[in-house]
């Protein structure tokens, strides 16, 4: 328990505006951010509950409540060159992304646990972003760890499995209920499929995932890009489709080819550019 300890600044320095703030964490990457008084954001992914807030020069600062300090430098993507990635963007000839990447700067994509990624998404169906996050902090906190302050860690694959498909109804997740129990129990025995996932390359861990129950192409493409750090996975969901339809002319195409563009033109970071795009088409 770290309770009260002090702000501090990432390092290296994390540079965030808020808009893109609120898009990193609220926007669908991850479901377990929520902003407090002060312009204060708290989450809760792992055994980890912490806090993050802007300074004065949109320098981002974090403070541990329960966890421990390397894991959120993990989960903001610390070892990664984000600034070298973004340039690797096709942004200098394709005006369309550049003008994405200048309304949100400093976007990134958060390196997540694997198994509440896998949850997070299997609850996404049919669902708008705030659904999603009700869903999950449902499930947390009728089987979660206590970290304190009302906050509930995500369960885990064993403790979905034993709580069966009755009580994941309880928790408002209506027909997803019975395929995520599937799946919990499925990774419950299977302790070597994420560790399997990891030594496959994109094509054959995209396949990999969708033996899963519930889990289609743009789940898979999501799990892999904000749960497994895989930057070529382009999900494509409504947004994707009409922002490459309005701005790339791909009206009528399927989500396959849409997603198959995708990583073609905007290369082993297309992940990152769907970001901008997504981000881009929903506050405009």
Known sequence: MHAGQQWRSFAPKIFLNTR???????????????????????????????????????????????????????????????DMISDALPWRSDPQLRTCMQEFPGLRILQQPFGETLFSFLCSTAKQISQIKQCCLEVA????????????????????????????????????????????????????????????????????LMQLPGVGAKVADCVLLFGCGRLEAFPVDTWITKVMARRYNLGGWDTAKVAQFGQVHFGSAAGLAQQFLFASERAN
Request: glycine residues 12%; aromatic residues 12%; hydrophobic residues 35%.
């Open 141 to 208: 906190n009728r089987l979660g760890e206590d970290l304190g302050g009302g906050n509930y860690a995500w369960p885990g694959w064993d403790a979905i499995a034993e709580a069966g498909e009755d009580v994941l109804r309880e928790c408002r997740l209506g027909y997803r209920s019975r395929y995520i129990w599937k799946v919990a129990k499925i990774l419950r025995k299977d302790q070597e499929f994420e560790l399997r996932l990891a030594s496959e390359g994109y094509p054959q861990a995209k396949a990999t």
């Open 20 to 82: 893109s703030l609120a898009e990193l964490l609220d926007g669908g990457q991850s479901f377990r951010w929520s902003l407090k008084s002060g312009g204060i954001w708290e989450g809760v992914f792992g055994k980890n509950l912490v806090q993050v807030k802007l300074s004065e020069s949109e320098n981002l600062r974090y403070r541990v409540l329960t966890g421990e300090s390397i894991e959120i430098l993990e989960y903001f993507g610390q070892s990664v060159d984000w």
